[in-house]
Nanobody, 127 residues
Framework: VQLQASGGGLVQAGGSLRLSCVAS??????????MAWFRQAPGKEREFVAA????????PYADSVKGRFTISRDNAGNTVYLQMTSLTPEDTAVYYCAASARAIFSSLRDLNAYGDWGQGTLVTVSS
């Protein structure tokens, strides 16, 4: 599975960005995978942001982004999105998309549950 994240950039506090993650691969079908976004700020560990299950039946979020970020998926287009609003400087990080075919619901927030990762896209929020 290849994951290509894009959409990052520089934005002022209070602004919005939409990240995209296009998935591809031999015989790849997005609807066979749970998808997630993680982020890693400078000097910090990678942390969970949001996930979306194969059937879109569940979309857990980190408390720090709940109500501001929305994860969605377009299975036909093999793309996952992260709409980010009301951005703050604390949201500055490299954002990574990740895929898992086998994660169980209780592990969706665990980065170790994901075997495929994109290269990351940098989001910088200025104050």
């Amino acid at each position: 599975v290849q994951l290509q994240a894009s959409g990052g950039g520089l934005v002022q506090a209070g602004g919005s960005l939409r990240l995209s993650c296009v998935a591809s691969g031999r015989a790849f079908t997005l609807n066979n995978y749970h998808m997630a976004w993680f982020r890693q700020a400078p000097g910090k560990e990678r942390e969970f942001v949001a996930a979306i299950t194969k059937t879109r039946s569940s979309t857990p979020y980190a408390d720090s982004v709940k109500g501001r970020f929305t994860i969605s998926r377009d299975n036909a287009g093999n793309t996952v999105y992260l709409q980010m609003t009301s951005l703050t400087p604390e949201d500055t990080a490299v954002y990574y998309c990740a895929a898992s075919a086998r994660a169980i619901f209780s592990s969706l927030r665990d980065l170790n549950a994901y075997g495929d990762w994109g290269q990351g896209t940098l989001v910088t929020v200025s104050s």
